[in-house]
């Protein structure tokens, strides 16, 4: 028992944490028999043992756990490179199973086809073998036929041998018969040619009697007529030889005027067509003026749209640029093709090459200049050239080439202008018509690019 009472003694078998209380307010606290602590803490101690065992234990489960989750784990690893293993090995034998199949389905699609061959050959021979049959049988039956017409011909012949040379005999006598027939036909008509000949030739003779006997009559009339003439004539006064010299002069005289005039005449045309020329060059430049203008607009708009497709479209490589800067130059160089076709010749070569025709006009001496002469000048240097032209071949004929030839020079010119005008239209249209590389396809195979 303990001696709760003892405060001196104490218990000294206890320790102190089971001894009594001391101070008077420790007192009210719960007290705890000795022998009671020791059965608690017997008990604690047995129940601390216990649960350093199950520690110990549920450390070894825990182990054995992660063991069997590992073994677990492999296991399933294991099962399931099993399991995709034999899917796998299924799947095979299954395609393997479906070629199979498709294998055995087109052999006996092929089976069925040589089988449907096989018939419709089978048919096919035999359709040909009975044609075939009937074609030999046929043929058989024409041998046949021949055979027994060529004996028929063996018999008969010697009958058609000699109707044959009876025929052959006629033939002879026909022949000369119609020999006959057209000697006398042609003898016939060399006599009829005969005697158109001979009436053609009588009447001939009639016609020229007739113009013999005209002949005359007319010949006695003429001389007739001639005396009469000769009779008034010796009645009329014979003019002297100055008289005639004076009227052959004025008629020289009026025939110098006339030539002086057609002169003029030819002199005014020469200007009025050095004129038309310079209009017509004048008129030439302004077209090609135009042409050049044409051309450098048309490059300066090919240039824009360029530049717009650029600037709508750009280029992405280096082989669009080049594209573009040789599609560029392409149509720089167009430009300027056309301008060099279109070159204009200088004013003064064209007037150089009228001025050199001008010395077609022989009856114009070289030292007048149409454009300078006064008209005392002008009448003293014609009169000298028409009357030096005169003596050498007539002053009719003089007068009548000049104005002949520069009428022909006019005509010259005319066609010479005219020529040049549609070589350099002809030459424009050519230009134009030259095929160059469409631009609408370069540029899209560069944006492309």
Same mark, same amino acid.
């Given at each position: ?22 101070? &008077? ?22 129940? #601390? ?12 489960? /825990? ?52 089988? &449907?061959?096989? #018939?419709?050959? @089978? ?5 040909? !073998?009975?044609?075939?049959? @009937? ?42 018969? @119609? ?13 009829? +040619? ?71 005449? /030819? ?16 008129? !030439?430049?302004?077209?090609?003026? &135009? ?43 167009? +430009? ?5 076709? $279109?070159? @204009?010749?200088?004013? &003064? ?48 004929? +003089? ?20 020529? $040049? ?5 002809? #030459? ?19 944006? #492309?690019?």
């Amino acid at each position: 028992m303990v001696d709760l009472q003892g405060k001196e003694k104490g218990n000294i078998s206890l320790p102190l944490e089971l001894q009594s209380y001391e101070n &008077e307010q420790e007192r009210n606290k719960p007290i705890i028999i000795n022998m009671q602590k020791a059965f608690y803490n017997v008990k604690i101690s047995d129940i #601390e043992n216990r649960i350093n065992r199950l520690k110990d234990r549920n450390d070894e489960l /825990s182990e054995e756990i992660e063991t069997t989750d590992d073994l677990i784990f492999a296991a399933d690893t294991e099962t399931a490179d099993e399991i995709a293993n034999l899917t796998k090995l299924v799947k095979s034998q299954n395609n393997r199973i479906e070629t199979l199949k498709n294998q055995i389905n087109t052999l006996e699609n092929n089976r069925i086809q040589d089988k &449907e061959t096989h #018939e419709n050959n @089978v048919e096919l021979f035999k359709h040909k !073998y009975l044609e075939k049959k @009937v074609e030999l049988v046929s043929q058989i039956k024409v041998l046949n036929a021949k055979i027994n017409v060529l004996e028929e011909f063996k018999k008969r012949q010697s009958a058609l041998e000699e109707k044959l040379e009876a025929n052959k005999q006629r033939m002879i006598e026909y022949e000369k018969e @119609v020999k006959e027939i057209l000697e006398n036909i042609r003898r016939k008509n060399t006599t009829v +040619g005969h005697e158109k000949n001979i009436s053609e030739q009588c009447s001939n003779i009639k016609r020229n009697i007739v113009t013999t006997k005209i002949h005359n009559s007319v010949l006695k009339k003429l001389q007739n007529k001639y005396n009469e003439m000769k009779e008034r004539l010796s009645i009329m006064n014979i003019p002297d030889s100055e008289t005639e010299n004076k009227q052959r002069l004025a008629i020289e005289n009026a025939k110098t005027e006339e030539c002086i005039t057609r002169l003029r005449l /030819s002199k005014m045309q020469t200007l009025l067509h050095k004129e038309n020329t310079k209009i017509g060059i004048a008129k !030439y430049l302004d077209r090609r003026v &135009e042409c050049k203008i044409k051309a450098i607009v048309e490059a300066l708009y090919d240039v824009k749209y360029i530049v717009s497709c650029l600037l709508k479209h750009p280029p992405t490589t280096e082989s669009s640029y080049v594209k573009l800067l040789l599609l560029l130059r392409h149509r720089i160089s167009k +430009g300027q093709s056309k301008l060099r076709c $279109s070159t @204009v010749k200088s004013v &003064e070569s064209v007037l150089r090459e009228t001025e050199c025709r001008a010395q077609d006009l022989k009856e114009i001496p070289d030292d007048i200049d149409l454009e300078t002469l006064s008209e005392s000048e002008d009448t003293k240097l014609s009169c000298r050239a028409i009357l030096d032209e005169r003596k050498s071949s007539g002053g009719e004929e +003089g007068a009548i080439e000049i104005s002949v030839k520069s009428s022909t020079f006019d005509n010259e010119l005319n066609e010479i202008f005219e020529d $040049s005008m549609l070589f350099d239209i002809e #030459e424009h249209e050519f230009v134009k018509e030259v095929e160059y590389v469409d631009d609408e396809e370069l540029l899209n195979e560069a944006n #492309e690019e």
